[in-house]
């Protein structure tokens, strides 16, 4: 009697797992697909601007033109448009790439961590294989390489 038991235990649990992997397993497949890309797009156009000097000096080499990513958000009922660009791609001698950002004058660049994450981090997150980010103000003749780093360390003692 006891071995029946333990047969029916053992059928209920092999259903009751297999249910859960196909649950699981239809809900990745369902499941919608995030805004990261896998490889950056290269596009061969490249214009002419001040700033490819400036990248060839500091050792990086321009091998893509401008990118637009393309975004449409739904808020409630209405659906709304918007786009980042990427002016640049260029590697490094090591062969990582790197999105490239020029400086607008009539969007000046404010170094705070605040203002680098509303502005440059987005499009970090779309292309997590890239090393980082130049952004370069021919103005004052400077690439900064901008990087990020996941941490969940307390940076600061008045943190919360």
Known sequence: ????????????????????????????LTSPQTAVFTTVPIHKQIEDHPALELLLQEGYEVIGGKVKINLSFQIGAQEVYSR?????VASD????????????????????????????????????????????????????KVTMEWTDEMWSKNHY
């Open 84 to 88: 980042l660009f990427v002016d640049y």
């Open 1 to 28: 009697m006891h071995e029946n038991i333990d047969r029916v235990l053992m059928v209920v649990l092999a259903v009751m797992a297999a249910g859960v992997v196909l649950w699981r397993l239809n809900r990745w």
């Open 93 to 144: 001698e090591e062969g990582q790439l790197y999105l490239v950002k020029l400086s607008r004058e009539r969007m000046a660049m404010d170094w705070s961590g605040a203002s680098v994450r509303d502005r440059l981090m987005p499009v970090l997150l779309m292309y997590p294989d890239c090393a980082g980010l130049l952004y370069v103000d021919d103005q004052q003749g400077t690439v900064r």
